[in-house]
């Protein structure tokens, strides 16, 4: 077994964006740390206009026809939106400039803006989007309550089943929801999402934040980050979001960037006692 490695806390702002607010938040927040992570709602992403939605459906016509439903529909248009909207605010172009792309393993990624990483989420009406330029990132979004259906035995380590069998009934349920919105953002950071079982890693708590335990330790070579001999050193954080939402979501997020790169783990001017792993605005 190899020995974990310290993996430092996310240090980011979650911004609750719309389309129709102020973006300056979320751009003082990339020119600062290069990461963005945003969450909204299916009802204010729905875009207005008629064009607009046209737009929208006709960059994935494919995946446009195989939606059945209002509810589905709805909810792709709105995520398509706010993924484009956040790009295009970081970017400094107009959301229509952004163009969203999928590799044939399913990731997203931005045509003609190489150096970005992006990643999306979405459960019930909320949607939640990170972009990063220091490598691959995901994020995933789960309601608080679903914590309680979640089985052990198909997603959890020995050591993490025999953390969670010491934790009292709800302990428990808000663990297995944590490990679990950890797991689905590290997959989808790698660019594999649930094709690796969930049983094939694990993460520790730790004071700065979970500490990934992965022998494989690795990231698709497309990304530019391991494939090389080097391995990219990963942060994680979790934050429950309530705001603007019908009831608590949990949002996680893991972020790599290369062990080379020398960047801090913390920020200028940050003391030890700020060290939740997400702030809220």
């Given at each position: 077994m190899s020995v974990p490695s310290p993996s430092p806390a996310v240090l980011l702002p979650v911004r609750l964006v719309d389309p129709r607010g102020c973006w300056q938040a979320t751009v003082t927040d990339w020119a600062r740390e290069g990461t963005v992570l945003a969450y909204g709602t299916v009802g204010s992403w729905v875009p207005d206009s008629p064009a607009d939605a046209e737009r929208l459906a006709a960059a994935d016509p494919g995946r446009w026809a195989a939606l059945r439903g209002e509810r589905l529909r709805a909810r792709f248009l709105a995520s398509r939106f706010l993924l484009r909207s956040v790009v295009g605010a970081v970017a400094g172009t107009s959301w229509r400039a952004v163009r969203?792309?999928?590799?044939?393993?399913?990731?997203?990624?931005?045509?003609?803006?190489p150096g970005l990483r992006v990643s999306l989420s979405h459960s019930g009406p909320v949607l939640a989007v990170a972009v990063s330029t220091h490598g691959p990132v995901g994020v995933d979004t789960e309601r608080v309550a679903r914590g309680t259906t979640l089985?052990?035995?198909?997603?959890?380590?020995?050591?993490e089943a025999g953390r969670l069998a010491g934790l009292r009934e709800d302990e428990r349920a808000a663990e297995l929801l944590r490990l679990w919105t950890l797991k689905?953002?590290?997959t989808k950071a790698l660019g594999v999402g649930l094709r690796r079982s969930p049983r094939t890693f694990g993460f520790l708590p730790?004071?700065?934040?979970?500490?990934?335990m992965d022998e494989a330790d690795e990231a698709d070579e497309a990304d530019g980050v391991g494939?090389?001999?080097?391995?990219p050193?990963?942060?994680?954080?979790?934050?429950?979001?309530?705001?603007?939402?019908?009831?608590?979501?949990?949002?996680?997020?893991?972020?790599?960037?290369?062990?080379?790169?020398?960047?801090?783990a913390t920020l200028p001017g940050r003391s030890a006692s700020d060290m939740s792993p997400l702030r809220t605005a």
């Open positions: 969203p792309a999928r590799t044939h393993l399913g990731r997203p990624y931005i045509e003609g803006l089985p052990p035995g198909r997603m959890c380590t020995p050591a689905e953002a590290y730790g004071v700065r934040g979970p500490v990934l494939g090389s001999g080097t391995q050193r990963w942060s994680f954080g979790t934050r429950v979001v309530r705001s603007a939402l019908p009831e608590p979501y949990l949002l996680s997020v893991a972020v790599a960037q290369p062990a080379e790169s020398g960047r801090a």
